[in-house]
């Protein structure tokens, strides 16, 4: 079964769930960058920064994320790189 399309060839906005910011449900006002288990959640496997529009994040805390990840990086408590290739 096809979905529904609209002139332009996207999908129809009403048919698509939106996918919420966490930090905004659960009132999260500043990210720290010392809490490593919830900052890796937010980097792939090749250690790139996840992006807005696949973590559901709004803006502002992906601001806030982008600005932690980095300073945790610095710091050497997260990395750099994604894993290790062995060869």
Known sequence: M???RNPGGKMIDEL?????CRFC??????IDYKNDKLLIRFISERGK???RR???NCARHQ??????IKRGRHLALLPY???EVSR
């Not at 698509?16 to 919420?20: N, Y």
């Not at 449900?25 to 500043?30: F, G, L, S």
Request: positive net charge; charged residues 35%; glycine residues 6%.
């Open 2 to 4: 096809r979905r529904p």
């Open 16 to 20: 698509r769930s939106r996918r919420r």
């Open 25 to 30: 449900e659960q009132k999260i006002e500043n």
């Open 49 to 51: 920064i996840i992006p």
């Open 54 to 56: 696949i973590s559901g």
């Open 63 to 68: 601001r806030l994320l982008a600005q932690a």
């Open 81 to 83: 790189t994604g894993m």
